[in-house]
C-alpha cells in the first residue's frame, strides 16, 4: 500500500517557476490522470514524483518518507518518461532482461510475459534501432510494468499507437489498477483519462487549475438524470 502526498511542491529551474505549489495525495489502487497542454507541467510533475528531480520548496512524500531526504526514490516504481530510449545495438527482450538484472527482481520468463502482455514478440530478433515509432512506445510500456511495481507512471503512453495500440494501453492500465498500483497516466486526450481514472488534475503553466474526483462527477450526472426524470415524470402526469 502507497500512499504519495505532494505539498505545496514548487520548481524552479533558471528562474522559471515550472511547477508552482502543487497539494494533493494519491493512493495506491487508483488512476490519477494528468492533463494539459505541452508546457503544462505534467512531464515535470512526474520527474518530481519519481525523486528524478528535487522541489525548489515543498515536499513530496512516499508513505511519510520525504524524497530527497529520507528516500532517495520511491522503493518500487516504474515508468514511462516522454519517448522511451533503449540500446539500439539489443533486441527488445535483450533490453529489458539487461535492466531486469539491476534488481534481480523478475526472471527472463517474466521479461518474456511483460513483452507479450504489450502485443510485441519476445523472440523478434529485430534491433531495437529498427523497431517502428509504435514498437518503441509499446517496449517502453512493458519496461515499467515489468516488475509490478508499487508505483506506475506513464507519460503519453498511447502516443505513435494505432487505435488497438491504444485499447491495449487502457487495458493495461486497468489490470494495474486491479493488481492495486499507484497509476498516474498522462494524455493529451482528455476523453481517455475520462474513462480511466479515478482523478484527474488539470495543469497550467505548472499549476494546478483543476482536482476532479470522478466519482463525484458520475454521482453529480446519476442525481441530475433522476431529477430530469422525475420531473419529466411530473409533466406527463399533469
Known sequence: MVNLELVNVTKVIHKNTVIDGVT???????????????????????RLISGLIRPTQGRITVNNKILGKDITFPGSIGMLLEN??????YSGFNNLKMLASIQKKIDADEVRR?????????????????????????????CAI??????????????????DGVNLVKSIVMQEKKRGALVIISCHDLSILQNLSDEIVLLKDGKMTEHIIMK?????????KKVDSNHTDCLLAN
Open 84 to 89: 522511451p530510449s533503449f540500446l539500439d545495438g
Open 216 to 224: 463525484d462527477i458520475q454521482k453529480r450526472s446519476q442525481h441530475e
Open 146 to 163: 515489468m516488475e509490478k511495481p508499487d508505483i506506475v507512471i506513464l507519460d503519453e503512453p498511447t502516443n505513435s499507437l494505432d487505435t
Open 114 to 142: 511483460a513483452i507479450k502482455s504489450v502485443g510485441l514478440n519476445p523472440d523478434e530478433k529485430k534491433k531495437y534501432r529498427k523497431y517502428s515509432l509504435g514498437m518503441k512506445q509499446r517496449l517502453g510500456i512493458a
Open 24 to 46: 494533493f495525495s494519491l493512493q495506491s489502487g487508483n488512476i490519477y490522470g494528468f492533463q494539459g497542454i505541452n508546457g503544462s507541467g505534467k512531464t515535470m510533475l512526474m
